[in-house]
């Protein structure tokens, strides 16, 4: 579904590559987490896979980059904007300005499309009681807190049907409430077939979530595999990434003798759980 | 730098009551995380330390001062105040004329700002940008920007509004560092934060707050054991309390050394 | 949002937005083609009165029309009063200066006329929403560009004195102090003009991202979502006001109506 291969970018104006002879591979409908240190070019990944780069931001882009079918670098942007879906992290700056009501601003994307309207007025209804949000269809899109702002920049997005669904840090600014309401969404979504390519810091949610979790560092990706292997990997410390408490304890319990090295390690609290339960020896 | 808060209420200008009824005595040099949903009163209280807010019914005290009537900018010397967006504040040339704004409105001799300057780069990891335009830097670098140009104040107190998020692990840690530098100093650091670990891990006091008034105030030990206040205010117990009451254990488990002992403890009785 | 408009269930408010936009423009060909004093003042009784009461937002319009054409009208009534050259007949005197009818009576023509044409522009505003005049328009034609500029000024704007606030708050948290003299104040300026400024190319650069993620500028047909409905009557309506507004102004410039 998605394949990078021999990746490098370089923003323009600039020397630094921030990707280097980067290569991934995504497979249709998973959930796939990236993890990396701030920094590291998360972002840059997220608009490579979903078109941006280069088609928005210019600069020198070498390698093949292949996401549904479509070679990114020489389709046009409009060609992948349908089949792939951005959304960021800040919830303010994706509600365009374009609708002066959140129904509307949902079917905005569908409008630019060239959706029959009977088809729209379904999906955006569809999408407006799969979301919970039905007390927000009439009022202003900026009038919203953060938190319902992100919901609508997602419903927004999902709304257009994309088969690919990139999200860069998504729940960054939101309270642990909305970021449950979108893991919630994240899982409707994958449940329909979208593959979703999610970067994230909270490592905890990626593991019960993701289905296959990368790490971004240097430039590449450096690990990738079953979330429980790579969330702990004890190179992710030199790479920028933290680890669960469930991990740090279960290590120093290592450490302390009190755990058998061999055993592996725990990232969620059930694995931990099992794991202190009996499980270490 | 002591901090009294008693019978405060809050009500906006459009009528909704924020806080209602918070008592709260933070002593000098003590570290107070304050959890809660958005929308609990977490940020209209802390509003009131550095008079944004002026109390509908009640008093805020920082020090001797009653901040009744007084002046945001009289109270800045005071009670230091990280916003969470940086790019709401960052409009100088470069880092280094950013971060000594606050000084030099606080009256500080130019010597001593320079000096100011330079060390709080340095604490948040920023010590060659002072030239850099800031504008230039990344998102996280300018937060950092930021919170150096309130740690220049070097005010008594110091209120950081969510501190750790959108941080990556080496961000989360600078900020453990400077949260314990800080007290180290004697101040009192104050902090809404929504990562329990961090809370745990760092403060010696947490308040949970839901709908304008506290649920739970003590130490993190007893807080996280509350189970019914982080219900009531929806928030989840950190990462360690939640392992160590799954696997059946009694009290509190806040760091990973005290889970390990405990681990050991639990080995030895058998 | 940064509007006039207020919600009422009036006939008016239920007029397609272009018969609105035609209905304006024919008032001012007429009010402009028909110079006579009387004209203008036919217009706002038999025309602008009537379409007062029935849109439901009268009194906010009297209210906006008196504020904006008011004052002129003093200043027109007490210079032309005083000062038309063509006087002949003269209604009183203060002292030296006479206050002839013929001027009054052209004080009232040319106020009257910006009145209605005020009013006429003000009732369009009040009694139609932005985004259903924007939709309107570009069902017809006008680029959707031009209804993004629109419709995101009107929305942005004020999005931006709320942050004008935070700024204002942030920067008195490191000591700023915003009273005093004008020097202070304009000292002052800086540190709250420049975060303000700084941030608009932060976000424009990360909304026309999501804008570009909903395909805005797609060259695909497009229907809109939101149903802005029209009438055979009024389809009728426009053509015939518009003829209606031509005949007036070709009759009025071959002599036939003085």
Redesign the interface.
Known sequence: MIELAGVTYTYPDTERAVLHGLDLSITEGSVFGIVGASGVGKSTLAKVISGFIPHSEGGELEGAVTVAGIDVVKATLLDVVSKVGLVTQNPFNQITGARFSVEEEIAFGLENLGTPRAEMIERVGAIIARFGIQELRDRSPFALSGGQQQLVALASIVVMEPVILVMDEPTSQLDPSGTRLVFDIIDRVAEQGTTVVLFEHKLELLREHAQVVAVLAEGQIVLSGAPREVLADDRLDQWGVGSTRFTSAARAAISAGLASADSAIPVSLNEAVSYFSGGRR | MKVSVHGLEYVYPSGVKALDGVDLEVESGSRLGIVGQNGAGKTTLVRHLNGIFQPTVGTVRIGDWETKGRDIADLAARVGYVFQNPDEQLFARTVAGDVSFGPRNLGVPPERIDELVNLSLERVGLAGEGQTHPYHLSLSERKRVALASVLAMNTPIVVLDEPTTGQDARGVAMIERIVRQLNEEGRTVIAITHDMDFCAENFDRVVVMAQGRILADGEPADVFANGEALDEARVEPPQLARLATALGWTGPVLKVETFVNRLRDSERSR | ?TTLYLDRPSPIHRLNPVTKLVGLLAVVLVVFALPQWWASVAILVLVMVPAAVASGVGGRLLLVTLIIAGPLMLVLIVAQGFFYPGRETILFALGALQFSLEGLLLAVGVGTRTAVLVAASVLLLLTT???ALMTALTERGMPAKV??VV??TL??I??FRT?AE??L??????????RGNIVRRVRVL??LV??LV??VF??VE?????????????T????????IPDSRGQQFSRWALIVLALAVVVLSFTGVLR
């Open positions: 949002m929403h932005p985004g209804s993004y419709s995101s929305q942005i004020p999005a942050r935070s700024i708050l942030a920067q008195r948290s490191r000591g700023l102090r915003t800086l540190p420049t975060p700084l941030g932060v976000d990360e909304r026309s991202t999501a804008m570009e993620a909903r395909a805005f500028g797609s695909r047909s497009r229907v809109s979502y939101a149903v």
